[in-house]
């Protein structure tokens, strides 16, 4: 890789000297093409190395131990298992011991749970649910009914992107393809940890961007019943296809949400007024940190968000709701 690095910059290096040098117009026509193909080829090779693998645990184990001692009450046979799938994703590879440590870690966190929550934030995907203080709220509110209800709640990050260029572009890769990779790789956990727990739920919980790759797993486990999907703030480019076990949440009931509605006119004066400095603080909302989307953050108490994840849980897991007035 530094081999690469050292013979682009030698390369745009030479570029340069022969533009302030040459007046052939056509041949730096020609060197400017060739540069643009060693851009991309170098982008793909980037892209093709990386394996985009997402975190999904808060315990993170050294490089280095055994698993059976660090999970002595697991069984053998669920380990072998998770040993499996992990060396059929990702073969023999440190990705490999790196999947197996988060899938025994979550089998060891849910195995006397009856709900597990995973998170999905917006964005870039890099978000975990203490960055995302709306859905921690709205997290809170679903643990809170369910574990009045005698159920055991626990609720996991899904980071599908590293904090860096290279996942950002994975990240670009996976959602043009409609997140075909990483559903692939959350529907598996999923299953996988439904399978070896009989009692065990789990919600798919995903805000805006986040959304898409909910709806991606449901439909890879649209045959598994204990999962469902709790999403908010979809794009609107986004068309959820499974409706089933899923409630997506559009609106908060406060202001229409810019982004989930595609209104450009409004997204657009807003940030012109953040510019200004005449922007609303009332009217919330940001896409990528930086962007001002009003409408595009939801809470627990928002009356849409309360009311209509509260019907969502009376009507699959039959607890008692009382819903706010409009």
Known sequence: MTFLFSKTGQYLRTLLKEFKQSH?????????FVFAICVFLFIVLITISFS???IFSLIQMENQFDIESYFPTVPPSIIQDAR????QLYGKTSDSELYLQQLLSAYQLTVDKQFLIIFNPG?????????????????DGIQTELVASGYKVVALNYQRTTDNIVGQINEVEEAVTGYILKAKDLAQRVEFLTSHNPELCV?????????????STMNLLKENTRVY???????????????DRTVVVNDNGLIPDTFSRGDLFTAVKSN?????????PEEGGMILNFLSAPGHEYWWDNPNVY????MFLEQYFEIQFDLQEE
């Open 24 to 32: 052939k117009i056509r041949l730096l026509k020609k060197r400017y």
């Open 52 to 54: 985009g693998m997402a």
């Open 84 to 87: 499996n799938l992990a060396i």
């Open 123 to 139: 964005g870039w995907g890099t978000k975990t649910l203490e960055d995302s203080s709306n859905w921690t709220s709205i997290i």
């Open 203 to 215: 919600i798919l919980a995903g805000e805006s961007t986040g959304t898409m790759i909910c709806d």
């Open 229 to 243: 999907s709790i999403q908010t703030g979809s794009p609107f480019w986004q068309k959820n296809t499974i409706r």
């Open 272 to 280: 012109l007024k953040r510019l200004l400095g005449n922007n609303q």
């Open 307 to 310: 009311n209509q994840i509260g």
